[in-house]
Every structure is written in C-alpha cells, then in structure tokens.
DNA sequence: ACCAATTTTGAAAACGATTTCAATGATTCA
DNA sequence: TGAATCATTGAAATCGTTTTCAAAATTGGT
C-alpha cells in the first residue's frame, strides 16, 4: 500500500509538506506543490481514510434508519438521501430496523463506534428517551416520523393537514361513514394523520365509529384483509381513508375479486402518491408528500449539526402535503356536499 | 471521549490487557479479565472503529453498486443484502450510479481509500477494463449484472432460461408475433433474455421480427409509451415480452386507456414477481426471481473473498428462475398450440 | 545592508487501537 | 530442588494521517 511517507520520499519532501498540499493548505510553494502532484500521480496515491478519520475525528459518514427499504416511501427517501448525501461529501449507511427495537439500539451505536458522524432516524421502534442517551455522541435528528419531546432538529410534514384535506375531500363527497386505515400505533405521523382526519370530521359534525378503524394496515395484504373485514360488515363504511397507497391498492385488489364497484359502491383514498396511485384502475386519489425535498432537508441539516460541532439545535420543520384527486373517490354513489 | 486508556487506568492494568480482553484473547487470568468488564462497564467505554480498522486494516464496511433504489427489483436487493451483511457483522454502504459512468467510478474509489473492504457490483455502467483496475485495492464481486470476461466471482440468475420459458409459455398459447422489450443495450442480463428468446423462437422455427424490439424500456412510463407505438402499428404483435413488471404494468395501463383489452387481444408477460403484478388488473403473468437467495449468496461470497485475503476467485453462481403463469397471458384470442 | 515580519518547511507528537517482544510468575517434571 | 515449560502481563512499536512547534528561508522597509 502506498502511504504519505512513499509520496514524501519520492518527492524529497517531508511528509508534512505533503499533507498539507492534500489539504489545500496556504503557504506552500508552487514548485513545491507541483513535486508533489506529480508523485502522487506517479505512485497513484490515495489517502487512507481510516487514518484520516482517526485523526479528524470524522468518518464523512452517515447513516439513516428506516424499517425497510421495500416499502417504497422509505425507498423513495433512501434514495433521495444518497444523492443529497454524496452531494456534500458524505456516504450514507443504511440501517433497517425491520421493526425490532433491539434492531435499531443495535444501529444507534454505530454512533457510540464512530462509525458515522451522525444519524438520521426515519423510524422510531423504541421510546425516545431510551434514545436520547445516544445524543451524547454525536448528532441525531428526526426525518419524517417524530417525537416532539426530542430535543433534536425534526424534519416532517404536515400530517395533521393531510389527514385533513384527505378526509375533507371525502367529506365533499357526500360520505359520512368513512372508515379509517393507518400503519402502526404508536406511530406519531399516523397520530397526527388521525388527529386531521377526526378534525375534519368535528367540523361537519360527524363522530368517529371505532369499528370503523383499522390500525396495523401497511401492505397491499393487509389492504386486501381490510376490504375483506369492511365487506362482510353489516353497516358498511362508503369510504376508507388509508394510510399509505399500497393498502389503498390491497384494498382496490380485495374489492375487484368481490366484484365490488370502486368508486361506486366504496369510495378510497390513498397516502403518497406512489406510481402505483397511479396505474391501478380505478386511479387512487391520495396526497402527495414531498419526499426528495425532505431527504436533503434532512440531510443538509444532519451535515450542519455535524460541522457545528453538535452544538444543540431543536430546529422545526413542516413541509405541506397536497391533495391529488383522482378516480377513486369520485362519481361514488353520493351527492357531493356544499 | 472514553479510550482504551482510560479503562485501563481505571482497571489499574495496561492496555495491552485491557484490548486482549475486548477481543477475547486467551491467557488472561479471570480476575483481570473481570476487572477489565467491571472497568469498560462504569466508563461506558466502546472501541473507536477508525482506531480500529486503521490497525486491523479492515472497515467491516461493504458498498453494494445499484442504478437506484427506487427501481423495486434493487430496492429487494438491497434490503436483502443489508440484512445478509449485519448478520456478517458488516455495514452495508449504499451507492447509486442513477446511470452514470462517473459517479460509479466515483464510488469505486471507495476501495482505493480503504473506505470499504469489498464491493458488490450489482450494475454495471462502465466497461469491465475500465473497472478492472480497482481489484488490486480489494474484492469485487458481481451479483445479477455480468460481465464474463471479468475474473471475479458472479452471481447471477439464469437469465437465458428466464427469456425461453416466458417466451416458450407465449409460443404455447400460439402467439407467433412477439414484441421484445427490454432495458440497457449493453446489459447483460438483457442480452442473455434476448437470446433465451431467440432460442424459443428457432424451436419453433419463427424469426424476430426487428421492429418488434424495444430496448430502453424500464419504468411504467416507458411502457405506456411502448404501448402506443405498437398500438399505431399496421401489423401489430399479439404478445409482449418485457423485461420488467413495471414496463409490463405500463403496457397495461396504456392499454386500459385506449380501451384494449388485455389478454383477449394483447398479452403480457413480466419479469420479477414484484407486488405489482400480483395486483394489476389483469394480474400479470411473470418470471419470478429469486431475489433473497441471490442477494445473500453475493454477501457471503464477498465476506469469504475478504477473509480470504483477496486471494482471487472466479466461481460462478446461477441460480434458477421460474415462469408464473397469471392472467395476462392466458385466453387470449389465440388457441394453445400443442 | 540590517531588522522585523512573513512564508515555507520538517521533526515530532498526537489520534486510539492491536501486536510483538521480552520479562515475570507460576507450574510441571525429574 | 532445579531446570524447563507455560501462562500472564506490560512497554513500546505500529497503522497512516494531521497538526503543533520551531527553525530556516524569504521578503520588505529603511
């Protein structure tokens, strides 16, 4: 392997001086400079970075936590992250959880290691306050999902908001039984979705039914049981707000093998506008979440807390969502309203 | 920050037997070892990786090469690969080439700086001369994309079968004009479809027709635009090969749109068993591929090429694909043959 | 031509681990 | 009991950088 000394030697320098035409630094010499160019090409030098991260104190890596990558909304964010992430200089790691606690405690000490210089957490399996001790050794911050008692920089959108204009538009429909899908409990952007929808609902003076709601709904399977549950009901919901457009397509899937009309007979909303919002038949209406904008939001603010020498920050930010109408929460049975 | 030092001050013993104990030497008296537990326990002290890939001169870290994340069949990939890696005890380093030579060459150079200790290749932009190179800074692997020339190990899946039973299975419901999609000219993986196509094709004495053939189709747009030209054609196809489910799903979509019916006057068949084509209307008939197997076959040769000190190694690994018959393909206008 | 200020350079000390080498202490065996 | 073996420990070197410190070389102003 070919070291700085290799590079020192053949261009009679110290290796001082070398290092510090590496880096760029002022006051060194053009000739200098040159020599050592010119060794460094000849012997293909390349400098060590574990050496470097060992002196620097910095890795130039981070890494992000989400719970799968199959699930195209963390896919989608994984990749706008790499991009962002390679454009300031840094590699990222990724890190599924596959929904384990352990899992995830596992990857947060790749912290506690320096293996990375800080983490972007897009999945939050355990409490935060069995996180936060990591905080101590080096920065996290939140992107997507949430807890506000964190007090580290949180990168979300405006959850309560989607599950508003969601159910509003169902609501404009004429519906006003409108069952409800979400993946996950103690998840705080499936809270904030409920939160929106159930004020959507207060506003027209409508009650939630709790047999209308389903909690655990992530996977087109999961969309198909749902349908399944809400066909053989017998006072049926005439909509379904779901929590993503896989489970909106699952449920689309379950309804076209029973034979039932959609929108006519159940009207369905999905969340993301993934592509498959936009190929299933009908098209799904859903809203769309500015998922790029929010990856390099994310990682940009990751790499400042970095540089900032994890000076402590408790930054907010919200990013809107949009309500994308297409056919599957359109010309149902009902009248629209107002 | 906690070092070795401290603990081995605390522990009243020097660090020599402090990193003995860290890495489970034998020949270390029960009471100092105790006292070295005892002592890392109430520092909370963690061994600082960059101290330690520098001296061990491995990172425990691999890079998997991918297109992009968002398209599904790598997005599997990955997630597999990153399970296959931690359970190995590696971090999986993500690096997307969005199709471009440069940036995958760019990320190549994680070898030459010691960054990661192996590579999966599991795309392949550059030629394989101009990648050749990189071996002498550590393992390359390549897993799906191939190149045979290169004196590596492959994982790879049989492609060339893959393209004759999915044609074989359309030659067998009579269709006799067969359009040909796929993406990358310079794939191999595509190249070696195509000719597991052209083989289905000779056994049944017909020809390709040329005009028939699309090959930059990848994504769902892609194949709704493919759908339109051979709906414009004079002499159109009565099948479709492609290359993915998602081009696939396009042609569906395409066609739903133009009021043509799928199978009964075009059918279809995918490529990869995604979700997708399980749920589109008709469900779409597929060769399935063993993703998982495939993604942790690749890990282990890599971990084995890595511990083997480089010591070059160019077995071959094909695993098998299998058709999936669904209902895109069948009852359609023309009567099975045989 | 001389002094002060400024560039330009190299030697040596980090960074935090692992490993070699030699020394000590304990044990075995005759 | 003495010699030989083996288990146990620590000091110091090492991995490949960056950075501090001080010395040497250059510049500029008079």
Same mark, same amino acid.
């Given at each position: 392997m070919v070291t700085i000394d290799d590079v020192a030697e053949l261009a009679g320098l110290s290796k001082s001086t070398v290092s510090r035409v590496i880096n760029h630094y002022p006051h060194v010499s053009q000739e200098k400079k040159e020599r050592v160019y010119q060794a460094m090409e000849t012997l293909g030098y390349v400098p060590n970075s574990s050496a470097r991260s060992l002196r620097n104190k910095k890795t130039k890596m981070i890494a992000v936590i989400v719970p799968r990558l199959m699930n195209p =909304?963390?896919?989608?964010?994984? $990749? @706008?992250?790499? +991009?962002?992430?390679?454009?300031?200089g840094y590699q990222l790691l990724i890190c599924q959880t596959m929904y384990s606690q352990d899992t995830e405690l596992g990857h947060l000490n790749l912290l506690k290691t320096k293996q990375v210089d800080g983490i972007i957490l897009a999945s939050l399996e355990n409490e935060w306050n069995n996180i936060a001790e990591y905080l101590s050794y080096g920065p996290l911050i939140m992107c997507n999902e949430f807890d506000e008692s964190a007090e580290i920089p949180i990168i979300k959108l405006d959850q309560i908001h989607g599950g508003y204009i969601a159910t509003k538009h169902l609501i404009r429909q004429g519906h006003t039984r409108i069952a409800y899908c979400s993946g996950g409990h103690k998840s705080m952007v499936a809270n904030h979705r409920k939160i929106g929808f159930e004020k959507a609902l207060a506003e027209h003076g409508l009650r939630f039914d709790e047999s209308l709601g389903f909690f655990d709904a &992530? %996977? /087109? $399977?999961?969309? /198909? $049981?749902? =349908?399944?549950?809400?066909?053989?009901?017998?006072?049926?919901? %005439?909509?379904?707000? %779901?929590? @993503?457009?896989? +489970?909106?397509?699952? /449920?689309? %899937?379950?309804?076209?093998? &029973?034979? +039932?009309? /959609?929108?006519? $007979?159940? @009207?369905?909303?999905? =969340?993301d506008n993934q592509v498959i919002s936009r190929i299933m038949d009908p098209k799904i209406s859903t809203v769309e979440q500015p998922i790029e904008q929010m990856a390099q939001k994310a990682v940009h603010v990751l790499v400042e807390q970095i540089n900032s020498n994890n000076k402590p920050a408790k930054e907010r930010y919200e990013l809107p969502l949009e309500l994308i109408i297409r056919e599957s929460t359109v010309g149902g049975p009902l009248r629209a309203v107002e």
């Open positions: =909304f963390f896919g989608q964010l994984v $990749e @706008s992250m790499e +991009v962002a992430a390679n454009q300031q &992530y %996977t /087109i $399977e999961n969309g /198909i $049981e749902v =349908f399944k549950e809400i066909h053989k009901m017998d006072n049926p919901p %005439t909509a379904v707000f %779901t929590g @993503s457009d896989e +489970v909106a397509a699952g /449920i689309l %899937t379950g309804a076209r093998e &029973y034979g +039932v009309d /959609i929108p006519g $007979e159940l @009207s369905v909303i999905g =969340f």
